[in-house]
Protein backbone atom coordinates (compact mmCIF):
# COMPACT_ATOMS: atom_id res chain seq x y z
CA UNK A 1 0.00 0.00 0.00
CA UNK A 2 1.01 3.49 -0.94
CA UNK A 3 -0.34 6.42 0.69
CA UNK A 4 0.41 10.19 -1.19
CA UNK A 5 -0.26 13.41 0.80
CA UNK A 6 -0.82 16.42 -0.87
CA UNK A 7 -2.42 20.30 -0.33
CA UNK A 8 -0.32 21.22 2.45
CA UNK A 9 0.42 25.34 2.91
CA UNK A 10 0.55 28.36 4.71
CA UNK A 11 -2.64 30.01 5.65
CA UNK A 12 -3.73 32.93 7.96
CA UNK A 13 -5.68 31.92 11.20
CA UNK A 14 -9.12 31.38 10.54
CA UNK A 15 -7.96 30.29 6.85
CA UNK A 16 -9.13 26.89 5.83
CA UNK A 17 -7.12 24.11 3.53
CA UNK A 18 -7.68 20.81 2.11
CA UNK A 19 -5.72 17.67 2.59
CA UNK A 20 -5.58 14.87 0.04
CA UNK A 21 -4.40 11.29 0.36
CA UNK A 22 -3.95 9.13 -2.43
CA UNK A 23 -3.57 5.16 -1.90
CA UNK A 24 -2.74 2.89 -4.52
CA UNK A 25 -1.44 -0.35 -4.11
CA UNK A 26 -3.37 -3.88 -2.42
CA UNK A 27 -5.94 -1.63 -0.92
CA UNK A 28 -8.66 -4.12 -0.65
CA UNK A 29 -7.30 -4.83 2.91
CA UNK A 30 -7.06 -1.55 4.48
CA UNK A 31 -10.44 -0.39 6.92
CA UNK A 32 -9.08 2.74 8.35
CA UNK A 33 -7.55 6.04 6.88
CA UNK A 34 -6.38 9.01 9.61
CA UNK A 35 -4.54 12.05 9.27
CA UNK A 36 -1.80 12.35 12.00
CA UNK A 37 -0.21 15.57 12.76
CA UNK A 38 3.33 16.49 14.43
CA UNK A 39 4.35 19.60 15.46
CA UNK A 40 8.07 20.64 16.40
CA UNK A 41 8.83 19.37 19.67
CA UNK A 42 5.70 17.14 20.39
CA UNK A 43 4.47 14.23 19.92
CA UNK A 44 2.47 13.06 16.37
CA UNK A 45 -1.44 12.95 17.48
CA UNK A 46 -4.43 11.35 15.56
CA UNK A 47 -6.57 14.02 14.29
CA UNK A 48 -8.90 12.59 12.29
CA UNK A 49 -9.85 9.12 11.12
CA UNK A 50 -12.73 7.10 8.35
CA UNK A 51 -13.69 3.56 8.47
CA UNK A 52 -14.98 1.82 5.62
CA UNK A 53 -18.22 1.99 7.26
CA UNK A 54 -17.86 5.89 6.97
CA UNK A 55 -17.56 6.63 10.61
CA UNK A 56 -15.91 9.28 11.34
CA UNK A 57 -13.53 9.89 14.50
CA UNK A 58 -11.56 13.73 15.58
CA UNK A 59 -9.48 14.72 18.28
CA UNK A 60 -11.35 17.24 20.22
CA UNK A 61 -8.89 20.21 19.24
CA UNK A 62 -10.60 20.22 15.96
CA UNK A 63 -14.08 18.48 16.52
CA UNK A 64 -16.51 21.26 14.44
CA UNK A 65 -13.56 22.71 12.24
CA UNK A 66 -12.31 19.39 10.01
CA UNK A 67 -14.03 16.91 8.43
CA UNK A 68 -12.43 13.53 6.64
CA UNK A 69 -14.05 12.12 3.84
CA UNK A 70 -13.34 9.79 1.24
CA UNK A 71 -14.27 8.63 -1.77
CA UNK A 72 -13.58 5.21 -2.44
CA UNK A 73 -13.86 5.26 -6.42
CA UNK A 74 -10.61 7.23 -6.71
CA UNK A 75 -8.90 5.99 -3.88
CA UNK A 76 -8.34 9.31 -1.93
CA UNK A 77 -9.33 10.63 1.41
CA UNK A 78 -9.93 13.82 2.15
CA UNK A 79 -9.38 16.39 5.28
CA UNK A 80 -11.04 19.89 5.19
CA UNK A 81 -10.00 22.05 7.46
CA UNK A 82 -11.42 25.30 8.51
CA UNK A 83 -11.28 27.96 11.12
CA UNK A 84 -7.41 27.45 11.15
CA UNK A 85 -5.36 27.91 14.38
CA UNK A 86 -1.35 28.78 15.03
CA UNK A 87 -1.52 25.67 16.95
CA UNK A 88 -2.39 23.74 13.84
CA UNK A 89 0.71 24.22 12.37
CA UNK A 90 2.37 20.96 11.98
CA UNK A 91 3.71 17.91 9.27
CA UNK A 92 0.52 15.99 8.07
CA UNK A 93 0.48 12.46 7.65
CA UNK A 94 -1.66 10.29 6.37
CA UNK A 95 -1.58 6.79 7.65
CA UNK A 96 -3.51 3.56 6.93
CA UNK A 97 -4.47 0.05 8.72
CA UNK A 98 -6.57 -3.04 8.53
CA UNK A 99 -9.46 -3.52 10.26
CA UNK A 100 -6.95 -5.18 13.54
CA UNK A 101 -4.14 -3.80 13.76
CA UNK A 102 -2.27 -0.33 14.31
CA UNK A 103 -1.64 2.13 11.15
CA UNK A 104 1.43 0.64 9.85
CA UNK A 105 0.98 2.25 5.99
CA UNK A 106 2.45 5.69 6.09
CA UNK A 107 2.67 8.69 3.79
CA UNK A 108 5.18 11.58 3.54
CA UNK A 109 4.25 14.21 5.32
CA UNK A 110 3.01 17.87 4.32
CA UNK A 111 3.64 20.71 5.89
CA UNK A 112 0.90 22.78 7.41
CA UNK A 113 2.06 26.65 8.33
CA UNK A 114 -1.05 28.79 9.94
CA UNK A 115 0.29 32.23 10.72
CA UNK A 116 -1.45 34.38 13.36
Known amino acids: VQLQASGGGLVQAGGFLGLSCAASGSTFNINTIGWYRQAPGQERELVAS???????KYADSVKGRFAISRDNRVKKVLLQMNSLKPEDTAVYYC???????????WGQGTQVTVSS
Open 95 to 105: AARERLGSYNY
Open 50 to 56: IGNDGIT
